[in-house]
């Protein structure tokens, strides 16, 4: 069997696939519950990527990568691979710069003599990639990017939607942890990425997590309990617990037991709750302002202001692509769903609390466009130059939402919306006065249409497997350390250890530049982030 690898190297985590490449059968599927970089965002990742080194960072996504295959039941070289992402984390694989993807202005980048990186499809031996050399006559492939802040994510959103073939003004968004999303507007797409932050991810949130089996994907209430929905094995909902929300008394036992709650039962859980008087933002009004869920799950208000940034961020970015093509929010008559959140989401519960324009008439839910666009271009060479020129044909504008007004305004209001109680008339009246697109309450149900149930909808014959440890660590000796442990006991996420004055840092765990709590933790100023090497291989128990 000639064996083919096609992973999607996503912000939240990778997912990946092992594909007998003559008959396209796929056999197994690995999916990591975090990003090997440290940090909880694409903007976590480039700050230790451009602070600590691209070469550090590189070696840690390679690392994964290694990992990856070995989950996979790959133990020598496989004879392709095709990868699948946004530009930072594409580039980090390749290990190509990323300082243009860093500064935005010409200006800027004209001032430090950085130049544009090539990011048009390519086919490339492994034995140029850093760190892949030993994969024999192994084949990288490697899709291209619309423009170079573009990139191959947005272009498979875009492609896989069909919004391209659709005359409706229509947009595409993947609700993921950097919310990259596209406006068609007759001939034109406006693109922008929001980086929503993790919490659509199931992340930053205390008893969330990604995607995966024995997790709380939907609820729903019934005579004022509250029905759990959770993910099994084969990622198919079942049907949980029915739990009083104020204590989690169990009023009927469902047929699973739950480990946590993804974004899309985080989504479901607010709508609901909201409907049913339980939130009034930002406050939730049951005993000690927490949610009961299953198994001892929790929500709490803190959790809510996180969902509710990403939310925000997510409206935010509509608001802002409605506003550089001239439109208005109502314009808009289709919306396309990616991602896991996308999938697993109920559509009709994130249409009404703003994560989809309020008076869209069609929408679609997709799958992991990214993933099914690594699997095609593995299979195909004919279909990556296919993508090449639909890239190059693409009239596109991308707009940059840290540097525009108008994302400004419209998050500041929607911070304000969910975390500091403002009226949903007051946003609409600011929204107004700043002469942004404006947005209303939902009049009417859209037409769902559900593609896929599943965001990865076939798995392989010897299915799904989650590798809960990425496997990639970053160390380090003090010199000097009185090995107080401090920097140990601030870790918020228990991914740093220390043994003797050897310092141990699990790197999907360790929230980056975000927190760097055991920077300042250090009494003697002697922890230097800047001092971390990669340790390639998981510690044994006696390290």
Same mark, same amino acid.
Not at 221 to 230: I, M, P, Q, S, T
Not at 242 to 256: A, F, Q, R, Y
Not at 260 to 266: A, K, R, S
């Given at each position: 069997?000639?064996?083919g690898?096609a992973?999607? @190297?996503?912000?939240?985590? *990778?997912r990946?696939?092992?594909i007998?490449? #003559?008959?396209? #059968?796929i056999?197994?599927?690995?999916?990591?519950?975090?990003n090997?970089?440290?940090?909880?965002?694409?903007?976590?990742?480039?700050? /230790?990527?451009?602070?600590?080194?691209q070469?550090?960072?590189h070696?840690?996504?390679?690392?994964?990568?290694?990992?990856?295959?070995?989950?996979?039941?790959?133990?020598?070289?496989?004879?392709r691979?095709?990868?699948?992402?946004?530009?930072?984390?594409?580039?980090? *694989?390749?290990?190509?710069?990323?300082?243009?993807?860093?500064y935005?202005g010409q200006?800027?980048?004209?001032?430090?003599?950085?130049?544009?990186?090539?990011?048009k499809?390519?086919?490339?031996?492994?034995?140029?990639i850093?760190?892949?050399?030993?994969?024999?006559?192994?084949?990288?492939?490697?899709?291209?990017?619309?423009?170079h802040?573009?990139?191959?994510?947005?272009l498979?959103?875009?492609?896989?939607?069909?919004?391209?073939?659709?005359a %409706?003004?229509?947009?595409a968004?993947?609700?993921?942890?950097?919310?990259?999303?596209?406006?068609?507007?007759?001939?034109?797409?406006?693109?922008?990425s929001?980086?929503?932050?993790?919490?659509?991810?199931?992340? &930053? +949130?205390?008893?969330?997590?990604?995607?995966?089996?024995?997790?709380?994907?939907?609820?729903s209430?019934?005579?004022?309990?509250?029905?759990?929905?959770?993910l099994?094995?084969e990622?198919?909902?079942?049907?949980g617990?029915?739990?009083?929300?104020?204590?989690?008394?169990?009023?009927?036992?469902? %047929?699973?037991?739950?480990h946590?709650?993804?974004?899309?039962?985080?989504i479901?859980?607010?709508?609901?709750?909201i409907?049913?008087?339980?939130?009034?933002?930002?406050k !939730?009004? @049951?005993?000690?302002?927490?949610?009961?869920?299953?198994d001892?799950?929790?929500f709490?208000e803190? %959790?809510?202001?996180e969902?509710?940034?990403?939310?925000?961020?997510?409206?935010a970015?509509?608001?802002?692509?409605c506003?550089?093509?001239?439109?208005?929010?109502?314009?808009?008559?289709?919306?396309?769903?990616?991602?896991?959140?996308?999938?697993?989401?109920?559509?009709?519960?994130?249409?009404n609390?703003?994560?989809?324009?309020?008076d869209?008439?069609q929408?679609?839910q997709?799958?992991?466009?990214?993933? !099914?666009?690594?699997?095609e271009i593995? @299979?195909?060479?004919?279909r990556?130059?296919?993508l090449?020129?639909?890239?190059? &044909?693409?009239? $596109?504008?991308?707009?940059m /939402?840290?540097?525009?007004d108008?994302?400004?305004?419209a998050?500041?209001?929607?911070?304000s919306?969910?975390?500091e109680?403002m009226?949903?008339?007051?946003l609409k009246?600011?929204?107004?006065?700043?002469?942004?697109?404006? +947005?209303?309450?939902?009049?009417?149900?859209?037409a769902?249409?559900k593609?896929?149930?599943? %965001?990865?909808?076939?798995?392989?014959?010897? $299915?799904?497997?989650?590798?809960?440890?990425?496997g990639?660590?970053?160390?380090?000796?003090?010199?000097?350390? &009185?090995?107080?442990?401090?920097?140990?006991?601030?870790?918020?996420?228990?991914?740093?250890?220390? #043994?003797?004055?050897?310092?141990? !840092?699990r790197?999907?765990?360790?929230?980056?530049?975000?927190?760097q709590?055991?920077i300042?933790?250090?009494p003697?100023d002697? /922890?230097?982030?800047?001092?971390?090497?990669?340790?390639?291989? &998981?510690?044994s128990?006696?390290?």
């Open positions: 069997m000639k064996v690898v992973i999607d @190297l996503g912000t939240s985590g *990778f990946a696939q092992k007998d490449i #003559e008959s396209g #059968e056999h197994k599927t690995v999916i990591t519950m975090n090997p970089l440290p940090g909880a965002n694409v903007m976590d990742h480039l700050d /230790f990527a451009m602070n600590y080194g070469d550090l960072a070696e840690l996504v390679i690392g994964a990568f290694r990992n990856i295959l070995e989950e996979l039941g790959i133990h020598s070289s496989p004879d691979i095709a990868i699948c992402g946004n530009p930072i984390q594409l580039s980090l *694989f390749q290990g190509i710069p990323i300082d243009d993807l860093a935005a200006r800027k980048k004209a001032k430090y003599n950085i130049k544009e990186q090539e990011r499809a390519a086919v490339v031996k492994s034995i140029f850093p760190g892949l050399e030993d994969l024999d006559d192994c084949i990288v492939v490697i899709p291209p990017a619309i423009k802040e573009v990139g191959a994510d947005a498979a959103l875009i492609v896989k939607s069909g919004m391209l073939d659709n %409706d003004i229509s947009i968004t993947d609700y993921g942890t950097n919310a990259e999303m596209a406006l068609k507007v007759g001939n034109v797409i406006y693109t922008g929001a980086a929503a932050g993790p919490a659509l991810e199931g992340q &930053e +949130i205390a008893d969330g997590t990604i995607a995966r089996p024995h997790a709380i994907s939907d609820v209430f019934e005579d004022g309990a509250l029905r759990n929905y959770v099994n094995d990622m198919d909902t079942v049907q617990d029915l739990v009083k929300p104020d204590d989690g008394t169990v009023m009927d036992k469902g %047929d699973i037991e739950a946590g709650i993804t974004g899309t039962g985080v479901s859980l607010i709508d609901e709750s409907n049913n008087g339980l939130v009034v933002l930002p !939730i009004n @049951l005993k000690n302002s927490v949610i009961q869920l299953q001892g799950i929790k709490n803190h %959790d809510l202001v969902a509710g940034r990403a939310i925000g961020a997510i409206r970015g509509h608001i802002t692509l506003n550089a093509a001239g439109i208005g929010m109502e314009d808009i008559q289709t919306a396309y769903m990616s991602g896991a959140a996308g999938t697993y989401m109920d559509a009709i519960k994130a249409h609390i703003g994560m989809i324009p309020y869209v008439g929408i679609s997709i799958g992991n466009t990214s993933l !099914i666009v690594a699997k593995l @299979l195909s060479e004919d990556l130059w296919e090449q020129e639909i890239a190059e &044909e693409i009239v $596109g504008t991308h707009v /939402f840290a540097t525009d108008a994302f400004k305004e998050y500041i209001l929607e911070l919306y969910w975390g109680g009226p949903f008339k007051v009246k600011y929204l107004k006065k700043k002469k942004l697109p404006t +947005i209303d309450v939902v009049k009417s149900v859209p769902a249409e593609r896929v149930v599943k %965001d990865i909808p076939v798995l392989g014959e010897e $299915g799904l497997h989650v590798l809960d440890k990425v990639t660590y970053l160390t380090m000796v003090i010199e000097g350390c &009185e090995t107080c442990h401090k920097c140990v006991q601030v870790c918020p996420n228990d991914a740093l250890s220390m #043994e003797d004055n050897r310092v141990l !840092i790197t999907d765990l360790c929230d980056g530049a975000h927190c709590k055991c300042h933790a250090c003697h002697l /922890f230097k982030w800047e001092n971390l090497d990669v340790m390639m291989q &998981e510690p128990e006696e390290q």
